[in-house]
């Protein structure tokens, strides 16, 4: 059920530029068409700007995103992307379809519990030197799992023919494949589906490369 009453206050945005989950949330506005402002949050700078009081308060997880809409606070980019789907018009983030609604689910989670965490900056920071080869066998690993039951559930994205919540995970976690070598020739249906998403605008808009956060040196 959609809001009945139009929020004159744009949501805002607590995330990192290259942050799998901040990206989520920024491919899900941009699907939505909503417009947000953005507060940057460097997880580096200053031994992580998470890490302060002032942040612990938007999300005591210490982690991004955080996202102030509709009087409130959020945090966990899927229950954002979910919020934004059951609260806004415009693209279907879940399919009607119980058994699509399900699949969705079961690739979201796979991605967004099953891989992405195991590559988590506070995670990697622990591994230390063997960070690459750490987050390359779970990558790997999951891709493994993922890859049949993408080549099952896709038409020309994830679950059928419609944009889902699945492709919105997807994307970044290829992207974080691609930043610790992962060889993606393995992979042939993630690989086109992630080819087919960066074409659209509202993956390209919202791509790590094009944040105001963006070092100068990434920018697309």
Same mark, same amino acid.
């Given at each position: +059920?959609?809001?009945?009453?139009?929020?004159?206050?744009? &949501?805002?945005? *607590?995330?990192?530029?290259?942050?799998?989950?901040?990206?989520?949330?920024?491919?899900?506005? @941009?699907?939505?068409?909503?417009?947000?402002?953005?507060?940057?949050?460097?997880?580096?700078? $200053?031994?992580?700007? /998470?890490?302060?009081?002032?942040?612990?308060?938007?999300?005591? +997880?210490?982690?991004?995103?955080?996202?102030?809409?509709?009087?409130?606070?959020?945090?966990?980019?899927?229950?954002?992307?979910?919020?934004?789907?059951?609260?806004?018009?415009?693209?279907?983030?879940?399919?009607?379809?119980?058994?699509? %609604?399900? /699949?969705?689910?079961?690739?979201? $989670?796979?991605?967004?519990?099953?891989?992405?965490?195991?590559?988590?900056?506070?995670?990697? /920071?622990?591994?230390? @030197?063997?960070?690459?080869?750490?987050?390359? *066998?779970?990558?790997? %690993?999951?891709?493994?799992?993922?890859?049949?039951?993408?080549?099952?559930?896709?038409?020309?994205?994830?679950?059928?023919?419609?944009?889902?919540?699945? $492709?919105?995970?997807?994307? &970044?976690?290829?992207?974080?494949?691609? %930043?610790?070598?992962?060889?993606?020739?393995?992979? &042939?249906?993630?690989? %086109?589906?992630?080819?087919?998403?960066?074409?659209? $605008?509202?993956?390209?808009?919202?791509?790590?490369?094009?944040? &105001?956060?963006?070092?100068?040196?990434?920018?697309?």
């Amino acid at each position: +059920m959609h809001l009945s009453l139009v929020c004159l206050a744009k &949501p805002v945005l *607590h995330g990192y530029f290259r942050s799998s989950c901040s990206w989520r949330v920024r491919i899900a506005f @941009a699907l939505k068409g909503i417009e947000y402002d953005q507060v940057p949050v460097n997880l580096i700078e $200053d031994g992580g700007q /998470q890490r302060t009081k002032e942040f612990k308060t938007l999300n005591p +997880m210490q982690q991004v995103p955080a996202v102030e809409i509709d009087g409130f606070l959020l945090s966990q980019s899927l229950a954002v992307v979910q919020y934004l789907d059951e609260t806004r018009p415009g693209t279907r983030l879940l399919p009607e379809d119980p058994k699509k %609604r399900a /699949q969705v689910r079961m690739i979201s $989670d796979l991605i967004a519990s099953g891989i992405q965490p195991l590559q988590n900056l506070s995670v990697i /920071q622990k591994v230390g @030197a063997e960070k690459v080869p750490w987050s390359q *066998h779970f990558i790997d %690993r999951g891709f493994q799992a993922l890859e049949p039951i993408l080549k099952q559930t896709a038409g020309k994205y994830c679950v059928g023919d419609e944009i889902s919540m699945a $492709d919105i995970c997807l994307v &970044p976690q290829v992207y974080n494949a691609e %930043r610790f070598k992962v060889d993606l020739e393995q992979f &042939p249906t993630i690989k %086109r589906l992630n080819q087919t998403l960066l074409e659209i $605008d509202a993956f390209k808009v919202s791509h790590p490369h094009s944040q &105001p956060d963006t070092p100068a040196d990434l920018r697309a």
